[in-house]
């Protein structure tokens, strides 16, 4: 059974960057697809980011330019690279595995400031 924490969140300035961190254990990742997705106060879930076992990767058209997913299938890990963010990238944002996913991690906050 994978479990996944995410990790990286926190407060940030306007323009200002951060990278998450989803480390995965009980399981390798390699033949997943794994996505990052976040969830505004008040606002459903939604995709952010995924990247195929392959190493495709594609992106909501809001983050498209500023964030990059990535992934270490040695470490077990996954990224989120998030550049030039701005207050509408405030959520609480969760790695997951599957397409549809089949888990969540707990979560990570990232609030921006403007």
């Known amino acids: 059974q994978v479990q996944l924490v995410e990790s990286g969140g926190g407060l940030v300035q306007a323009g200002g960057s951060l990278k998450l961190t989803c480390a995965a254990s009980?399981?390798?990742?390699?033949?997943?697809?794994m996505g990052w997705y976040r969830q505004a106060p008040g606002k459903e879930r939604e995709l952010v980011a995924r990247?195929?076992?392959?190493?495709?990767?594609n992106y909501a058209d809001s983050v498209k330019g500023r964030f990059t997913i990535s992934r270490n299938n040695v470490k077990n890990m996954v990224y989120l690279q998030m550049n030039s963010l701005d207050s509408e990238d405030t959520a609480l944002y969760y790695c997951?595995?599957?397409?549809?996913?089949?888990?969540y991690g707990q979560g990570t906050q990232v609030t921006v400031s403007s």
């Open positions: 997951a595995q599957g397409v549809p996913p089949r888990l």
């Open positions: 009980g399981s390798s990742i390699r033949f997943s697809t």
């Open positions: 990247i195929l076992s392959t190493g495709s990767t």
